[in-house]
Structure formats: C-alpha cells, structure tokens
C-alpha cells in the first residue's frame, strides 16, 4: 500500500511537472544569449565562491573570469515573468558517482539597466538524476511561481520523499544578504 501511494504521487508529479515543463520552458521566452545574460546577472550569488573569494570580493574585477566560466556550468531550465518580477530555475551537475543535477528556483526583480534590485533563491533541490530533478524542481517551480507554501517540501515536513535540500530547519536565504546562512551565523 504504501508503494502504491508514493506510485501515485510520482504519477501526479509527473503529469504536473510535463505541464509546467511545457509552460515554463526557458526556450520558449529566452533565447540563448538571454538565458546566459540571466546567468551572468545572479552567478555572484548563485555560484560557489572563488579560491581567495569572500562574500565582501566576490565582485572584485579579479574574479570576472571565474564567474563567467561558472555560468556556464548551469542551464536556465523554466523562466516566467510576472509584472515586474522574473522566476527562474537553473540546474547544474552536483558532485556524485552517478551524474546527478540540483535545482535552484529564484524570484528577481532587475531594473531598466539590468542590475538586479531584489534577488531570492527560493528552493535548492537535493542532488537528482536529471529526469527526477525536473519532475519535481518543474513542480516546485509551478508552485512558486503561483506563490504557493513550499514549506511542506522542505526536509523536515517531506516524510521520506525528497524534495528541497535548502531551506530547512537551520539554513535559510537571506533576502539583504543575498545568500543562504545558517541558523548558527545568526546566533553569532
């Protein structure tokens, strides 16, 4: 019984993400110089730190070259646009034996020059394989889009299925900061 549960619920989370997977698809509403511009505008936050990179450097002109090759480790996967707000998911591969992608859904708003003036990343996936990684990061995405509650899919409210890694009990995203912190740095 309880297989036949979690078989139903991959059922629905499929048809659900082949929907959103149709609507949101970033090639229909960018093309590929505008997914990378995208990538381009968010990698300093998104994308790991470089060697000798700090949270107060990381726009130091030194790491230019880092940060442009990063952004091309990740595919912009969905894009919708509401009012002035963009939505965006990118994946990139995640260390592991098998080749496995995490998601990264972003809420952003960029002003008439494109610099960004409001930048959250909503959800990051555990690592999947690639095929499991847009049934439910698609899902994910739908559900931010629409503004739903995610907090049902974060660890600590998931069960034993696997949805979001972050944010969780301990680590969340801080909008000014423009990054994740743990509930640690924030008792400091």
């Known amino acids: 019984m309880k297989y036949a ?4 619920v991959l ?29 381009l505008s968010v990698i300093r ?18 790491f230019d070259e880092y940060y442009s090759n990063l952004a091309l480790d990740y595919t912009v996967e969905a894009y919708h646009q509401e009012g ?3 939505f965006f998911m990118a994946s990139r591969i995640a260390p592991s034996l098998k080749v496995k992608k995490v998601a990264i859904g972003v809420k952003m708003k960029r002003n008439s020059d494109g610099a ?28 931010m889009v629409q503004g739903k509650d995610l907090s049902p899919y ?16 301990r680590v969340s995203f ?4 423009r990054r994740w912190i743990s509930t640690s740095e924030l008792n400091l």
């Open 174 to 177: 801080d909008i000014s900061q």
């Open 45 to 62: 936050y998104m994308g790991h730190l470089p060697k000798k990179g700090t949270h107060d450097n990381k726009f130091d002109l030194v």
């Open 116 to 143: 960004l003036e409001y930048y959250e990343e909503v959800f990051r996936t555990w690592k999947f394989e690639e095929e499991e990684m847009l049934e439910k990061g698609m899902f994910l995405f739908d559900l």
């Open 154 to 169: 974060y660890p600590q409210n998931s069960g034993d299925e696997e949805y979001i890694e972050f944010p969780d009990s």
């Open 84 to 86: 002035e707000y963009e």
């Open 5 to 8: 549960i979690q078989i139903f």
């Open 11 to 39: 059922a629905i989370l499929l048809m659900a993400s082949c929907t959103a997977s149709n609507k949101y698809k970033a090639d229909k509403h960018l093309s590929a110089q505008e997914q990378h511009q995208v990538m």
